[in-house]
């Protein structure tokens, strides 16, 4: 096998002013900044103008798998359907290997050495050549190859981890803009006067929840408060919860009723939904100087109204989850007169969908127990005081598997 040694002094010198064009043209195209496919085109024409390697097959690592990326010479195989053998990669982990002591099949016959391309100890990449000139051979020039791959392959994950980078940060910013969109939905005051006094608590699971509350004043008598939980999380939910708010406060100042307000959330759901998102919720407007409460479910979990004396009560009549149809197939808004020193209690299904290590589910029952133990606390201390049974009742101690939203009144 010839060395650079044994050449002429102008032979040696040759193919280094080759070796270095290869070198400048990699390094320019990285410069230049193209796509992958294009360095990797930019790769193949150097190797063949400046190097005269004839044929060239180039495995990447893509996530775990190896991919061919580089493959040309016009007898060869299309190698990008042809996995990487176990013996190239179980065999050639540092130092070149010849293809004929690897025993592959008869697609491999016209190449000739595997180069595989290392940093820090990890293989990243394998170069297989084959019909090199004889000068090209020499295990300087293997060398070389190796570095010029590991250049390429280098410069391309750093690409990606850059991109990465940006898109990371992009997704933070959107993140926090929808952080800051979700806070600006919930109400900053809430009543408490001689008629009524209302307490919200909000859990979220992820950063972004799926889950809204909202009290809204109508007249000096009437105001609406809304429980509301739509499918998935995330900025499309919060968009879309954003969207539901709007609509909800343009119909009340429009005075829309109970069952106009829910039959047009509904249309704007349908219309502005996207991933078939849909939302569940209840809806009730209560009334000081009657004290009569008209509620509405949208397929929402019911709300447990508990007398000073007598049984509880589920609140659960209304019509199904909004946006799945174009027009709600039924809605009935019920109405009820409110007793002295009544507790209402709405929430969304993460307060009810906890489990035990048994399988048991914390559920209806478990918050209509609780309410019968706790009901005279101070709303807030109520509200402090279940989302720790329910934390104690989770006892692998994992966060909730869902956002949790509770919105108490009580009726004085």
């Known amino acids: 096998?010839?060395?650079?040694?044994?050449?002429?002094?102008?032979?040696?010198?040759?193919?280094?002013?080759?070796?270095?064009?290869?070198?400048?043209?990699?390094?320019?195209?990285?410069?230049?900044?193209?796509?992958?496919?294009?360095?990797?085109?930019?790769?193949?024409?150097?190797?063949?103008?400046?190097?005269?390697?004839?044929?060239?097959?180039?495995?990447?690592?893509?996530?775990?798998?190896?991919?061919?990326?580089v493959s040309f010479g016009s007898d060869l195989s299309d190698f990008r359907r042809i996995p990487l053998p176990e013996a190239i990669s179980n065999n050639c982990t540092n130092t070149p290997c010849p293809v004929a002591a690897l025993n592959l099949g008869p697609e491999w016959q016209n190449l000739e050495t595997v180069i595989p391309v290392v940093n820090n100890g990890n293989v990243l990449a394998y170069v297989l050549i084959g019909n090199v000139q004889a000068d090209y051979v020499s295990d300087e020039a293997t060398k070389f190859l190796e570095t010029l791959s590991n250049i390429l392959v280098g410069a391309i994950q750093n690409r990606r981890l850059a991109k990465q980078r940006i898109e990371s940060a992009a997704m933070r910013k959107e993140i926090e803009i929808a952080q800051e969109v979700q806070t600006m939905l919930f109400p900053r005051t809430l009543p408490n006067d001689a008629g009524?006094?209302?307490?919200?608590?909000?859990?979220?699971?992820?950063?972004?929840?799926?889950?809204?509350y909202d009290v809204v004043n109508i007249d000096a008598n009437r105001f609406l408060f809304c429980v509301a939980d739509v499918s998935g999380k995330g900025v499309p939910a919060s968009l879309?919860?954003?969207?539901?708010?709007?609509?909800l406060r343009t119909l009340l100042r429009q005075q829309a009723d109970l069952s106009t307000v829910v039959?047009?959330?509904?249309?704007?759901?349908?219309?502005?939904?996207?991933?078939?998102?849909?939302?569940?919720?209840?809806?009730?407007?209560?009334?000081?100087?009657?004290?009569?409460?008209?509620?509405?479910?949208?397929?929402?979990?019911?709300?447990?109204?508990?007398?000073?004396?007598?049984?509880?009560?589920?609140?659960?009549?209304?019509?199904?989850?909004?946006?799945?149809?174009e027009d709600l197939p039924f809605l009935h808004v019920q109405s009820l007169i409110v007793p002295p020193r009544s507790l209402l209690l709405t929430y969304t299904d993460g307060l009810t969908e906890v489990f035990n290590t048994a399988g048991e589910e914390y559920g209806e029952e478990g918050v209509i127990e609780f309410l019968h133990r706790a009901r005279y606390l101070p709303l807030k201390v109520l509200h402090q005081e279940i989302l720790k049974e329910i934390e104690a009742f989770n006892e692998d101690g994992n966060s909730f598997a869902d956002d949790v939203t509770i919105l108490s009144c009580r009726f004085k």
């Open 240 to 247: 879309l919860m954003s969207n539901f708010q709007a609509g």
């Open 1 to 69: 096998m010839p060395t650079l040694q044994a050449m002429s002094p102008e032979k040696k010198l040759f193919l280094r002013e080759r070796e270095l064009n290869a070198l400048l043209e990699i390094t320019q195209a990285i410069n230049h900044d193209p796509t992958e496919d294009a360095l990797y085109k930019i790769f193949q024409f150097t190797l063949l103008g400046q190097l005269n390697i004839r044929r060239l097959v180039l495995y990447v690592k893509e996530e775990g798998e190896w991919a061919c990326m």
């Open 196 to 212: 009524v006094a209302v307490c919200a608590s909000y859990v979220p699971h992820t950063a972004i929840g799926g889950d809204y």
């Open 263 to 325: 039959s047009e959330l509904n249309n704007l759901i349908y219309r502005n939904a996207v991933s078939e998102k849909f939302i569940t919720a209840f809806f009730g407007i209560y009334n000081r100087a009657t004290r009569e409460l008209q509620y509405v479910s949208a397929g929402h979990n019911a709300a447990i109204l508990l007398p000073d004396s007598g049984p509880h009560q589920l609140l659960s009549e209304g019509t199904t989850m909004l946006g799945i149809f």
